[in-house]
């Protein structure tokens, strides 16, 4: 409620200034120099007030009309997951963006997640700011140290220094695993990289009901209320930003960056979102896939002319599926499509806010619905729980469906007792109409993502298609010319590295402008591909993405492995949409070119050497210090998972001093969280399969 009296001063104040001196304008000043310069003081000083005229320094001021920014990214999802790309996952947030937006068919991005989110925040090849691979797999050499240069301002950054409020919420994964504690130290949080502030995890992965959380520069633990949801808590956050900022400052434009966990594994959704998808897959992922290509011919997502590609023997057929196990398969499914249409509800959930703002006109939303294509690290019969995978363990379906019962039954796979992760046969019908999917950078089942771009009041071809070339380091840029700012040359006195991506405004209002991006690299754990011109040649390591056995990786040991020797594939991807007919035999000096023109922008972008991010598995340094002890006090809790003690394939021994263990329970619990932990009992587990009740005697 105002106070009279309040009212009063502010008049009287506004009376003062026109006699005695002005607020000082903000004025032009050089925009690609960050942050802005102290302003120089432009009133008068005397001895007394008489005769001195007060001036008085304004915050920076965005360029006006600057649009306000919602940048969405899902998880692991693939390009034929969504139902406004013709898939069977009900999208209706994305469907209705897109029918007031443009839908883009020819967007890219890395193929894996941390290397995404460093191209889309940066602007840059993901190499060239330290992000070869995860945030989990660091490697000795500038393309794979995860750590994010200061040459490389992020655009939360560059908003930041131009007058936006900006704010990141959910998945983060830009931070190395080694530093994600209340040590620090923090110049890769996210605060440090350009957020005014951040809510939510720091890591790869999260469980949805029960996540390890960041608020700023705290780590804050895991949620109390019983009822959490991480997606539902996401929305909440953004709004309560949107209207906090917007209350205090209704003309500073935002920038949010909305990013879920969801739908990475584990994938855990309330029930009665899977049950919308009761029976829906019992058809299996061949039929699936048909049927979604059919939608996406049928919506004119893909041209007519595109082929649906072939399956590669790594997925088996789903008619070669015991009777028993389909079930349990199809279940799988039906799990995934309720967390991901609960994934595009919570992106409702903001861009309804920002409507009843009614801020819709002008803020502008690009909303990517993948950061890499559907993850296939399920293995081919999928786990109840993805570290098994995760740490080379996989499961036959005696042993999957043993543990199911262990953990009561089928009915709660996606629940918050399981961290479950479907079988990789699905992921390949998600990522129709193309081969593979996550990791695999080689092809367009893992670099291949839907996007939707809207701005009402700018984007006038509402409903339309964009099949221009793009790519996640375009995002920076595009965003850049539309709020109608430079690229800074220098930011914190530090010289500035070229954004490698391109806008691609001109497309919001031009179906025919020309693809600006030309040419791109692309490359993950050894897969890769070289795109020019409409050309692309690519290279898959001989290896199934989810194998990572000893005996698979012994194959590409240093001096076992020549990457030369790799098959190389050709496609014209102008005429030939899903990378469906391999031409390399027909065009030898393109596939020549393309190779040299490979290892040349290798070199460039700090791709090399191929594999840097592996190279412990062989013998080389991690880089971490070689601590053999670790103490705990009492009272810490929530130790992110880069920073526990190595105690994997050594021995090791932990004691503990328990003032009364009758009434706290206390477990070691390698390879993941697990919610048994119960009061008076010591308990030792790996991975969830093996479980040691340890005896009193040993307390
Ligand atoms: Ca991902």
């Given at each position: 409620?105002?106070?009279?009296?309040?009212?009063?001063?502010?008049?009287?104040?506004?009376?003062?200034?026109?006699?005695?001196?002005?607020?000082?304008?903000?004025?032009?000043?050089?925009?690609?120099?960050?942050?802005?310069?102290?302003?120089?003081?432009?009133?008068?000083?005397?001895?007394?007030?008489?005769?001195?005229?007060?001036?008085?320094?304004?915050?920076?001021?965005?360029?006006?009309?600057?649009?306000?920014?919602?940048?969405?990214?899902?998880?692991?999802?693939?390009?034929?997951?969504?139902?406004?790309?013709?898939?069977?996952?009900?999208?209706?947030?994305?469907?209705?963006?897109?029918?007031?937006?443009?839908?883009?068919?020819?967007?890219?991005?890395?193929?894996?997640?941390?290397?995404?989110?460093?191209?889309?925040?940066?602007?840059?090849?993901?190499?060239?700011?330290?992000?070869?691979?995860?945030?989990?797999?660091?490697?000795?050499?500038?393309?794979?140290?995860?750590?994010?240069?200061?040459?490389?301002?992020?655009?939360?950054?560059?908003?930041?220094?131009?007058?936006?409020?900006?704010?990141?919420?959910?998945?983060?994964?830009?931070?190395?695993?080694?530093?994600?504690?209340?040590?620090?130290?923090?110049?890769?949080?996210?605060?440090?990289?350009?957020?005014?502030?951040?809510?939510?995890?720091?890591?790869?992965?999260?469980?949805?009901?029960?996540?390890?959380?960041?608020?700023?520069?705290?780590?804050?633990?895991?949620?109390?209320?019983?009822?959490?949801?991480?997606?539902?808590?996401?929305?909440?956050?953004?709004?309560?930003?949107?209207?906090?900022?917007?209350?205090?400052?209704?003309?500073?434009?935002?920038?949010?960056?909305?990013?879920?966990?969801?739908?990475?594994?584990?994938?855990?959704?309330?029930?009665?979102?899977?049950?919308?998808?009761?029976?829906?897959?019992?058809?299996?992922?061949?039929?699936?896939?048909?049927?979604?290509?059919?939608?996406?011919?049928?919506?004119?997502?893909?041209?007519?002319?595109?082929?649906?590609?072939?399956?590669?023997?790594?997925?088996?057929?789903?008619?070669?599926?015991?009777?028993?196990?389909?079930?349990?398969?199809?279940?799988?499914?039906?799990?995934?499509?309720?967390?991901?249409?609960?994934?595009?509800?919570?992106?409702?959930?903001?861009?309804?806010?920002?409507?009843?703002?009614?801020?819709?006109?002008?803020?502008?939303?690009?909303?990517?619905?993948?950061?890499?294509?559907?993850?296939?690290?399920?293995?081919?019969?999928?786990?109840?729980?993805?570290?098994?995978?995760?740490?080379?363990?996989?499961?036959?379906?005696?042993?999957?469906?043993?543990?199911?019962?262990?953990?009561?039954?089928?009915?709660?796979?996606?629940?918050?007792?399981?961290?479950?992760?479907?079988?990789?046969?699905?992921?390949?019908?998600?990522?129709?109409?193309?081969?593979?999917?996550?990791?695999?950078?080689?092809?367009?089942?893992?670099?291949?993502?839907?996007?939707?771009?809207?701005?009402?009041?700018?984007?006038?071809?509402?409903?339309?298609?964009?099949?221009?070339?793009?790519?996640?380091?375009?995002?920076?840029?595009?965003?850049?010319?539309?709020?109608?700012?430079?690229?800074?040359?220098?930011?914190?006195?530090?010289?500035?590295?070229?954004?490698?991506?391109?806008?691609?405004?001109?497309?919001?209002?031009?179906?025919?402008?020309?693809?600006?991006?030309?040419?791109?690299?692309?490359?993950?754990?050894?897969?890769?591909?070289?795109?020019?011109?409409?050309?692309?040649?690519?290279?898959?390591?001989?290896?199934?993405?989810?194998?990572?056995?000893?005996?698979?990786?012994?194959?590409?040991?240093?001096?076992?492995?020549?990457?030369?020797?790799?098959?190389?594939?050709?496609?014209?991807?102008?005429?030939?949409?899903?990378?469906?007919?391999?031409?390399?035999?027909?065009?030898?000096?393109?596939?020549?070119?393309?190779?040299?023109?490979?290892?040349?922008?290798?070199?460039?972008?700090?791709?090399?050497?191929?594999?840097?991010?592996?190279?412990?598995?062989?013998?080389?340094?991690?880089?971490?210090?070689?601590?053999?002890?670790?103490?705990?006090?009492?009272?810490?809790?929530?130790?992110?998972?880069?920073?526990?003690?190595?105690?994997?394939?050594?021995s090791y021994s932990i004691s503990a001093d328990l003032d009364n263990p009758g009434r706290s329970g206390l477990g070691l619990r390698p390879?993941?969280?697990w919610?048994d932990c119960r009061r008076g009992q010591l308990s030792w587990r790996l991975?969830a399969l093996y479980r040691k009740r340890l005896p009193q005697a040993d307390l």
């Amino acid at each position: 409620m105002f106070k009279p009296i309040g009212c009063l001063i502010v008049i009287a104040l506004v009376v003062a200034l026109q006699i005695t001196g002005s607020a000082a304008d903000d004025g032009e000043w050089d925009r690609t120099v960050l942050p802005r310069p102290p302003q120089p003081f432009q009133g008068v000083t005397k001895r007394s007030l008489e005769g001195s005229v007060a001036t008085f320094t304004q915050p920076v001021k965005a360029p006006p009309n600057a649009p306000n920014i919602l940048l969405v990214l899902i998880d692991d999802a693939g390009f034929g997951n969504p139902s406004t790309f013709g898939g069977p996952v009900a999208t209706p947030t994305f469907d209705k963006l897109a029918t007031e937006g443009l839908r883009y068919n020819r967007f890219h991005v890395t193929a894996l997640c941390s290397p995404t989110r460093a191209a889309l925040l940066s602007g840059r090849n993901h190499h060239a700011v330290g992000f070869g691979s995860i945030c989990e797999l660091i490697g000795g050499w500038p393309g794979y140290s995860t750590n994010w240069p200061t040459s490389a301002a992020s655009i939360a950054q560059i908003l930041q220094g131009n007058g936006y409020n900006t704010a990141a919420i959910g998945k983060w994964h830009l931070t190395p695993d080694a530093q994600q504690g209340p040590a620090g130290p923090f110049d890769r949080w996210p605060n440090a990289l350009g957020f005014d502030y951040f809510w939510g995890f720091l890591g790869g992965e999260s469980g949805q009901f029960d996540p390890v959380l960041a608020e700023n520069n705290s780590i804050i633990g895991v949620p109390k209320d019983k009822n959490f949801y991480l997606n539902d808590a996401m929305i909440e956050h953004s709004v309560t930003w949107i209207r906090d900022q917007k209350a205090q400052a209704p003309d500073r434009p935002f920038f949010l960056y909305f990013s879920t966990g969801a739908t990475h594994a584990p994938h855990q959704v309330p029930k009665e979102w899977s049950d919308k998808y009761k029976g829906k897959f019992d058809q299996g992922w061949d039929k699936l896939r048909e049927e979604t290509f059919a939608r996406q011919k049928q919506l004119g997502v893909i041209p007519a002319n595109a082929q649906l590609t072939s399956r590669d023997p790594a997925f088996p057929a789903w008619n070669s599926v015991p009777p028993e196990v389909k079930k349990l398969y199809a279940h799988q499914m039906e799990v995934y499509a309720g967390y991901q249409e609960n994934a595009d509800h919570a992106v409702g959930g903001v861009v309804r806010a920002i409507e009843d703002m009614g801020l819709a006109d002008n803020t502008l939303i690009i909303y990517i619905f993948g950061d890499n294509g559907a993850s296939m690290e399920g293995t081919e019969s999928g786990t109840f729980n993805e570290m098994t995978t995760l740490n080379g363990v996989p499961l036959t379906n005696e042993q999957q469906l043993k543990a199911i019962k262990a953990y009561g039954g089928l009915d709660k796979w996606g629940g918050p007792d399981m961290a479950p992760h479907y079988a990789a046969g699905w992921a390949w019908a998600g990522n129709a109409p193309f081969k593979w999917g996550k990791q695999v950078a080689s092809h367009l089942g893992g670099i291949r993502n839907p996007m939707v771009v809207t701005w009402p009041k700018r984007i006038k071809d509402k409903g339309s298609l964009r099949s221009q070339f793009t790519h996640c380091t375009d995002i920076a840029p595009t965003i850049l010319e539309a709020a109608g700012l430079p690229e800074p040359k220098e930011v914190n006195g530090v010289a500035q590295m070229p954004m490698h991506g391109v806008s691609f405004l001109s497309t919001f209002d031009d179906a025919n402008a020309p693809s600006k991006h030309t040419q791109q690299y692309f490359e993950i754990l050894g897969n890769r591909a070289m795109y020019k011109d409409g050309w692309l040649a690519c290279w898959r390591l001989d290896r199934i993405p989810w194998k990572i056995d000893p005996e698979t990786l012994a194959r590409f040991a240093p001096g076992k492995w020549d990457p030369d020797k790799d098959k190389c594939e050709l496609y014209n991807l102008d005429e030939d949409f899903s990378q469906a007919n391999d031409v390399a035999d027909k065009y030898p000096d393109r596939v020549r070119d393309l190779t040299a023109l490979f290892w040349a922008e290798a070199e460039k972008y700090q791709v090399l050497p191929l594999l840097g991010e592996m190279a412990t598995i062989w013998g080389f340094p991690k880089g971490l210090p070689e601590q053999t002890k670790f103490t705990y006090y009492n009272g810490t809790e929530n130790i992110s998972s880069g920073m526990i003690p190595p105690i994997y394939n050594r021995s090791y021994s932990i004691s503990a001093d328990l003032d009364n263990p009758g009434r706290s329970g206390l477990g070691l619990r390698p390879g993941y969280r697990w919610r048994d932990c119960r009061r008076g009992q010591l308990s030792w587990r790996l991975l969830a399969l093996y479980r040691k009740r340890l005896p009193q005697a040993d307390l």
